[in-house]
């Protein structure tokens, strides 16, 4: 199959990701009441990617996971395409510990994977959400918070909105991509911090437009704030990556989401480090 290729923002990203994995299992490995730590790449692609900068092939993240120091007891890899769900199938071998899933991961996610991470079941989970623009559902992000067990790293997608629902003027935006947004966060209340009414003269009367008046930055914000701590009710959000592009255009916001503070202080340690690369 043809692999994608990735730029350096996505080089960096795996590379926080695989070493946060390994700070998270040696943790967990170390304590005694842990009955199994799992690890959950809800898109997982091909396992394999080739650099932009260098044309070489890149582990993706579900290679990177297993070729950690302390290896996860249990790894569930989900994609709905079929080709990419073969392709890290065969990569991946036949590992028993090892689960791959060609459906769409909001269903399997809430319906089969995440039921098994109760906090009685006494195991804890690393999951990663990496969308490749809105295909996540509000939901899927709810139930992991809600179980206490489970910490995410979550891609939120900007050139997917910036594209396709965030116009300058509000009214030529597309009814079902603003659903899809909607859906992504789980509420509408994005418009009030994006947008306001616009009221201008012209040789006709008045005329109206909704414009946007807040930024990409704003946007992050309130989702950190209000969604995944006030809503959500994760303890600890650390302040997101922001990777841009070659020209400083904005990608993606890298959102780390978590209940223990002890996952909070690594990845800022993480994030911090590389914040000087892009």
């Known amino acids: 199959m043809k692999l994608d290729e990735i730029g350096i923002w996505s080089e960096i990203k795996l590379d926080i990701i695989k070493e946060y994995a390994n700070a998270f299992t040696k943790i967990m490995k170390s304590q005694e009441w842990c009955k199994g730590y799992v690890y959950i790449d809800a898109?997982?692609?091909?396992?394999?990617?080739?650099?932009?900068?260098?044309?070489?092939?890149?582990?993706?993240?579900?290679?990177?996971a297993l070729e950690i120091d302390n290896p996860f007891t249990a790894y569930h890899y989900?994609?709905?395409?079929?080709?990419?769900?073969e392709t890290l199938n065969r990569l991946t071998g036949d590992r028993t510990n090892i689960n791959i899933y060609q459906e769409d991961c909001n269903e399997v996610l809430v319906k089969k994977i995440?039921?098994?991470?109760?906090?009685?079941?006494?195991?804890?989970?690393l999951c990663i959400l990496d969308p490749y623009g809105l295909h996540l559902h509000w939901e899927t992000i709810m139930t992991a918070a809600k179980l206490k067990t489970t910490?995410?790293?979550l891609n939120f997608p900007l050139m997917d909105m910036n594209r396709n629902v965030l116009h300058k003027d509000w009214l030529k935006a597309d009814p079902d991509q603003i659903e899809r947004m909607n859906r992504f966060c789980g509420t509408d209340e994005w418009r009030e911090i994006l947008y306001e009414e616009d009221k201008q003269m012209d040789l006709f009367g008045d005329t109206y437009r909704i414009k946007i008046?807040?930024?990409?930055?704003?946007?992050?914000?309130?989702f950190k704030k209000e969604r995944l701590q006030k809503v959500a009710g994760f303890k600890f959000v650390p302040e997101p990556m922001l990777m841009r592009n070659s020209k400083g255009g904005h990608l993606f916001f890298l959102f780390f989401a978590s209940h223990n503070e002890t996952g909070k202080k690594i990845v800022t340690d993480i994030f911090n480090k590389h914040r000087k690369y892009l």
């Open 78 to 85: 989900i994609d709905i395409d079929k080709e990419k769900a």
């Open 213 to 222: 008046v807040n930024s990409n930055m704003k946007l992050g914000e309130w």
């Open 114 to 125: 995440l039921p098994m991470l109760q906090y009685e079941s006494k195991k804890r989970a």
């Open 43 to 64: 898109f997982a692609g091909p396992g394999v990617h080739i650099s932009r900068r260098t044309g070489e092939f890149i582990p993706g993240s579900p290679l990177n």
């Open 151 to 153: 910490e995410i790293f």
